[in-house]
């Protein structure tokens, strides 16, 4: 398998863990959505919420997605909670309205998706969430090199081709249907003609039989 495969098969995986993720992801810029890293090497995901809805925030959570939306830690009051499995790893800085995180020391294990989640109480108490588009992290294995990431925009054009080659198939075999609807109908309607005519033709011949009948003398007694 070719390396750019694997990396429209990731960025895929990506799009479809996307349509999962908590609503309002328009509110939260979280990047980069995609990340390549060796083993023991370090990255960084940023993660900012529009202003316009950065009031009275409590807390910024960062999840593991694939892990069962494990949680990795909790930012709060300047000061983040990181799980203890992960402390030793992770640097956060930054306030409740834009954080970045410093992971390091990777392994295999890092390998999942990221997604950052602000959360806040609205006038009634209702907990809201404003979570962004996330970040893949892909670790790589023994044996695997850097290669470039795929681009959203890449993988995009080739989605709307395809829609447009099926769009395009899905088209020609409706006007193929209609042709032999029509052309049946039509041959339908040419039988049903011709046998009209042959009837009105029968009809003819019988009644001209029946004057010529009628014409003939009787024989007299």
Known sequence: MSQSYRGI?????????????ACA?????Q??????????????????????????????????????????????????VVSEMYKARVHVTGNRKAINISISSLTENDTDFYLCAFVKFDSNYNILSFSGDGTFLHVLGPGECLCPAPSV?????????????????????????VVIW????????RTIQQNLSVYEDMKMLSKC???TAAQIPKPVA
Do not use: W
Request: aromatic share 8%; with cysteine.
């Open 25 to 29: 992801t328009l509110h939260v810029r």
């Open 182 to 189: 029509l052309s049946r109908k039509m041959m339908k309607n």
């Open 31 to 80: 990047s980069p959505l995609y990340i390549q890293a060796k083993a023991a090497g370090s990255i960084n995901i940023s993660c900012v919420l529009d202003p316009a809805y950065s009031e009275n925030i409590e807390g910024i959570y960062l999840y593991r997605k694939r892990a069962e939306n494990m949680e990795y830690l909790y930012f709060r009051e300047e000061k983040a």
């Open 153 to 177: 925009e890449k993988v995009e054009n080739h989605i709307h081709i395809a829609a447009v080659i099926a769009l395009s198939i899905f088209s020609f075999i409706c006007i193929v249907i």
């Open 9 to 21: 098969r990731v960025l895929l995986l990506i799009l479809a863990l996307n349509s999962k993720t």
């Open 209 to 211: 039989t029946s004057n």
